[in-house]
């Protein structure tokens, strides 16, 4: 058989790592190919005796003066000369009258890719094609004008390879971003006037909850819970802003021992138009040691639960407010104050405590979760992780269907 140019054909096999390492950016031009043209006057019977030697080659290039004239594949070689019509008219003729016929039926209309396409979009093209040649070899073109085939099998590899790597990187990501989430909540308070103790389950690596406390000055504690819509990344990120704002008082006209005030606020800088179509809600309040009265506000946001003159009786605090992200400039949040008792218990959440599918295949509400910690508290449990669990207990499948935050605050 005649040959225009031969080079040893490199495989990788399931154990090999490529050299250099593979990154989203690698190009084809990194993975082995193989360069094996003939002349379009070689013989059909030749070609057969080289694919019957070389049982690993994909396909082969059919060239004249070093110009690429098509490629004929494994597949569509055998597939036209497998019946005995196909042998006799053939394999006694010249390879370009089988990539003429094969052309007809556009078998062998493989497209041709550069050298620098990067090995995902190759991958990705490739998967495309009509899905008889899904599976087919491609073809790359070098800087010289050289050509050279790559065997799918490679090419997917490879992608394999990287998306195993940008998966490990994301998961990094994800993992400090998780810890810097984390880092960002306050402490629990186990002495003082107020004690807290809390809970924060994100649904996956990373939620759209936050909530933090601090004393605005000696008399007034001030705490919020708020819920960006979705999860992950982004809602992590606006959650994170938000609290970061708060907290170093960068947002015009904020007034921080004023809750209706904080939401205005809010719902003026954080416009889901400017901010990728998120909105959140929001529940917070400002506690006074001396007065012991409690002003909050809410915006979407489920009530809190208040326990404040037995165990067996709660005070739902909400005030109706909807969600932060519409930008209306003259949407108001109404306030209200309730007196807060000694050893009086609050609970602040998300909704994602309450969503979850119980075992008679119902999708929880409020009420259920309202129930379950007075039942809960009735029989000594309190504390915001204890209760996650007994939440869980309910479950179908022992999880919670969102990100959930749970603040318990006990005043004395």
């Given at each position: 058989m005649e040959l225009l140019e031969e080079e040893e054909e490199r495989r990788i096999s399931g154990s090999s790592i490529f050299r250099?390492?593979?990154?989203?950016?690698?190009?084809?031009?990194?993975?082995?190919?193989?360069?094996?043209?003939?002349?379009?006057?070689?013989?059909?019977?030749?070609?057969?005796?080289?694919?019957?030697?070389?049982?690993?080659?994909?396909?082969?290039?059919?060239?004249?003066?070093?110009?690429?004239?098509?490629?004929?594949?494994?597949?569509?070689?055998?597939?036209?000369?497998?019946?005995?019509?196909?042998?006799?008219?053939?394999?006694?003729?010249?390879?370009?009258?089988?990539?003429?016929?094969?052309?007809?039926?556009?078998?062998?209309?493989?497209p041709v890719y550069d050298s620098t396409t990067t090995i995902i979009e190759a991958a990705h093209r490739a998967l495309s094609r009509a899905a008889k040649n899904t599976f087919e070899p491609i073809v790359?073109?070098?800087?010289?004008?050289?050509?050279?085939?790559?065997?799918?099998?490679?090419?997917?590899?490879?992608?394999?390879?990287?998306?195993?790597?940008?998966?490990?990187?994301?998961?990094?990501?994800?993992?400090?971003?998780?810890?810097?989430?984390?880092?960002?909540?306050?402490?629990?308070?186990?002495?003082?006037?107020?004690?807290?103790?809390?809970?924060?389950?994100?649904?996956?690596?990373?939620?759209?909850?936050?909530?933090?406390?601090?004393?605005?000055?000696?008399?007034?504690?001030?705490?919020?819970?708020?819920?960006?819509?979705?999860?992950?990344?982004?809602?992590?990120?606006?959650?994170?802003?938000?609290?970061?704002?708060l907290s170093l008082q960068k947002i015009e006209e904020l007034d921080l021992l004023s809750p209706a005030t904080v939401l205005i606020a809010l719902n003026k800088k954080f416009r889901m138009k400017d901010h990728g179509k998120l909105f959140f809600t929001m529940w917070y309040g400002v506690w006074n040691k001396k007065t012991r009265n409690l002003t909050y506000s809410t915006a979407g946001h489920?009530?809190?639960?208040?326990?404040?003159?037995?165990?067996?009786?709660?005070?739902?605090?909400?005030?109706?407010?909807?969600?932060?992200?519409?930008?209306?400039?003259?949407?108001?949040?109404?306030?209200?104050t309730i007196e807060i008792n000694h050893r009086a218990d609050l609970y602040i959440f998300s909704d994602g405590i309450f969503e979850y599918t119980n075992k008679s295949r119902r999708k929880a509400e409020f009420e259920d979760w309202d129930k379950l910690l007075r039942e809960s508290r009735l029989i000594g449990i309190k504390d915001s992780y204890n209760l996650v669990e007994q939440v869980k207990t309910v479950s179908a499948d022992h999880e919670l269907d969102d990100d959930c935050s749970l603040l318990h605050l006990t005043f004395h």
């Open positions: 250099p390492k593979l990154n989203r950016l690698s190009e084809i031009s990194m993975l082995p190919a193989i360069y094996y043209c003939v002349q379009p006057s070689a013989m059909t019977v030749e070609v057969l005796e080289y694919f019957d030697h070389t049982p690993s080659a994909p396909g082969i290039l059919i060239c004249k003066n070093r110009h690429m004239l098509g490629m004929i594949t494994r597949r569509a070689f055998f597939e036209h000369i497998s019946t005995g019509y196909g042998r006799a008219i053939f394999l006694s003729r010249s390879i370009i009258m089988l990539l003429d016929a094969i052309s007809e039926k556009e078998d062998c209309c493989q790359a073109c070098n800087e010289d004008g050289s050509h050279g085939i790559i065997d799918i099998n490679v090419l997917l590899k490879a992608q394999g390879e990287i998306l195993k790597s940008v998966n490990s990187e994301v998961d990094k990501m994800l993992g400090d971003a998780c810890d810097y989430v984390t880092s960002r909540l306050p402490f629990p308070i186990s002495e003082g006037p107020v004690e807290i103790d809390w809970a924060y389950i994100p649904h996956g690596s990373l939620g759209g909850d936050c909530f933090d406390y601090r004393w605005i000055d000696e008399d007034n504690f001030a705490f919020f819970v708020i819920d960006v819509s979705g999860h992950g990344i982004k809602p992590a990120l606006l959650a994170v802003t938000v609290l970061n704002m489920p009530p809190g639960i208040l326990y404040n003159y037995s165990a067996a009786f709660s005070d739902h605090l909400e005030t109706g407010g909807v969600v932060i992200g519409t930008g209306m400039d003259n949407l108001t949040y109404n306030e209200k």
